[in-house]
């Protein structure tokens, strides 16, 4: 059975693009355009990994994660921030709340897979 990821970007482009080197490497993907959504996503479904924007409408990823770290079912689940962001005190406060690892756009779908690799096999 594919593992299942969740992909969290306000940019459908993005979106799109990670969807289709996830779906390449045998994963499957749920998405959602901003945290508010991705928590609404995530009842009833088991997700082995998040890949989340940091800057997104409604809620930001950093918001997000720490909302998602609190789910029970959530808890110990990975997450990478996917993002352009490359201040040193944003990846702290991801770490904070619960990231993982930190992929920089614009990326390669082979780094991304990589990074995804190295938190869930397919």
Do not use: C
């Not at 799109?16 to 749920?30: D, T």
């Not at 997700?47 to 909302?67: K, R």
């Not at 959530?74 to 709340?97: C, G, N, R, V, W």
């Amino acid at each position: 059975m594919a593992k299942t990821i969740l992909i969290v970007d306000d940019s459908a482009s993005v979106r799109q693009v990670v969807s289709i080197a996830l779906k390449g490497a045998g994963y499957e993907v749920i998405t959602a355009n901003d945290g508010k959504d991705a928590l609404s996503k995530m009842t009833g479904v088991r997700i082995h990994l998040i890949i989340s924007d940091v800057n997104m409408p409604n809620m930001d990823g950093i918001t997000f994660v720490a909302e998602a770290k609190k789910l029970p079912a959530y808890k110990f689940t990975p997450i990478i921030m996917l993002t352009t962001e490359s201040q040193d005190d944003k990846k702290k406060q991801a770490q904070a709340a619960g990231a993982k690892a930190w992929v920089t756009k614009p990326f390669q779908p082979d780094q991304m897979l990589s990074a995804v690799s190295k938190l869930v096999a397919p």
